[in-house]
């Protein structure tokens, strides 16, 4: 087993622990069972999961135990906001978005451990819902709820800032009572004695040592622990894992490979350090190298595409990734477009400013319409300047039309002004 608090705290993982020495030493006597929890609030897992997702991974490849637990329960009350409440959504939607979820986690995690379905380290699947299903309100109440003290629970930050404007629900209120109840139950069923999650978890997971203490006693399974991950931001302000069009989705059908690539290649020159460390599987050096290339030479850009190339791999599949990277040097001059297929293709096109026509238009007038000039004058003079290309080929005469043969798959059209300005035509 390698030193997984120290790796984890070199990539700037670690934000809250509640006992680093105790940790670290179970980490050395392991293996240690240690799980986190995604709650189905939509069809399909994010970018922002991963930190949580590939630090299981990486506790599973240091010899330790993970339990991806997939929130069936917890899913149908909602993890509580602190600007608004939840809208819940039906039970049978929360249950297609669990079987959903669960095949997304599958794929990053060892649930076999090779051929040894018995091994230390086989990751276990899990969903709350199984062991709240049959739970009465009296048994809640009872068993679990003399256990919280409403002292600490209106205490919590999320809790006071909504109390503070339209207030929280008795639903809200009480999740944290049920998803520390998933520890306890995790540290029962399965001897799992750590919770890891992001730093905005830290009153959940701390509740659910509090439940596990006062429930046991004497901790047969050994003494439990919490665990915390940065919360991930941009440097320019905005949400992590964000675009213009929203959330971006591990499922291709959600956030195109295309698109998944890009927003890795894409990456501020500020932020691809602490992303490289915070997903990359590459070695300490190898990172390192990545980051002193970055600092360098930035316009290169060797950092983004290596980590748009190791996560799209993760989560698309190399073939998938290989047709993100074409499609990507295509659109820039530096591959051919007739070869990309027309999935691929309308993939990267819906990533551009475009324009649909009825009937295609001469050059200047789509150069207009996919707003890559702001008047038929500027892209007379771009043409002039030889700054005006059609599908990679550039456009020599100021009154050049467009033809069917310009038809890429018999329905787009590639424009692009420069070297990076790209935009599109769909003839409708």
Partial sequence: MTDIVEDLKWRGLIAQTTDEDALRKAFADGPVTAYCGFDPTAASLHVGHLTQVLTLRRLQLAGHRPIALVGGATGLIGDPKPSAERQLNEASTVREWVGRIRGQLSAFLDFAAGDDTDAPNAALMANNYDWTENLSA??????????????QMLARDTVKSRLGGEGMSYTEFSYVILQSFDYLELYRRH?????????DQWGNIT????????????????????????????????????TEGGAVWLDPELTTPYAFYQFWLNADDRDVSRY????????????????????ERPAARAAQRALAEELTTMVHGADQCAAAVEASRALFGQG?????????LAAAVAELPSAQVAELPTVVDALVATELAPSKGAARRTIKEGGAYVNNTKVVTED??????????????????GKRNLGALELS
């Fill in 138 to 151: 009296i048994d809640l109440l009872r068993d679990l709820g003399k256990h919280f003290s409403i002292n």
């Fill in 191 to 199: 001897g799992c004695t750590l919770q890891i999650g992001g730093s």
């Fill in 207 to 242: 509740a659910g040592l509090d439940l596990i203490r006062r429930v046991t006693g004497n901790q047969p399974h050994g003494q439990a622990h919490a665990m915390t991950t940065n919360l991930l931001t941009k440097a320019d302000g905005t949400k992590f894992g964000k």
């Fill in 276 to 295: 490289l460390r915070t997903f990359s599987f590459r070695s300490h050096e190898e990172i390192e190298e990545l980051e002193r290339e970055a600092a």
């Fill in 336 to 344: 051919d477009l007739a070869a990309l297929d027309a999935a691929t």
């Fill in 400 to 417: 050049a039309l467009l033809t069917s043969a310009d038809l890429l798959h018999g329905r787009w059209v590639l424009l692009r002004r």
